[in-house]
């Protein structure tokens, strides 16, 4: 099992920029492949990155690339998310999962049921 622990979040204005990070302790962390996720107010949690556990891959949404960076220290058991060029419909709860180093992750990085793990979320709120 691991626990999950994102920090980083706050008020920004638009334009600006947060990183946010996720810090992992219990099992080793480079088990796993590990994704961030939002959730506005009102609406379904939705994929924002993904990363493979070594790092190789990359994955994002088409809402938040070119603005964000996925990225993860294995040797901190930490993995970050940069945002840049924040927009007003970036405000939700972020929140960092672990999921399986298998084959259907790497199809399904995408899906919340994929990852096995969650931390409680960072809250993002962006000004217009």
């Known amino acids: 099992q691991v626990q999950l622990v994102e920090s980083g979040g706050g008020l920004v204005q638009a334009g600006g920029s947060l990183r946010l990070s996720c810090a992992a302790s219990?099992?080793?962390?480079?088990?796993?492949?590990m994704g961030w996720f939002r959730q506005a107010p009102g609406k379904e949690r939705e994929f924002v990155a993904a990363?493979?556990?070594?790092?190789?891959?990359?994955y994002y949404a088409d809402s938040v690339k070119g603005r964000c960076t996925i990225s993860r220290d294995n040797a901190k058991n930490t993995m970050y998310l940069q945002m840049n060029s924040l927009k007003p419909e970036d405000t939700a709860v972020y929140y960092c999962?672990?999921?399986?180093?298998?084959?259907?992750?790497?199809?399904?990085?995408?899906?919340?049921?994929?990852?096995?793990?969650w931390g409680q979320g960072t809250q993002v709120t962006v000004s217009s």
């Open positions: 219990g099992r080793t962390f480079t088990i796993y492949n």
């Open positions: 999962a672990a999921g399986p180093n298998i084959p259907t992750w790497y199809r399904r990085f995408q899906i919340s049921d994929v990852y096995d793990y």
């Open positions: 990363i493979s556990w070594s790092g190789g891959n990359t």
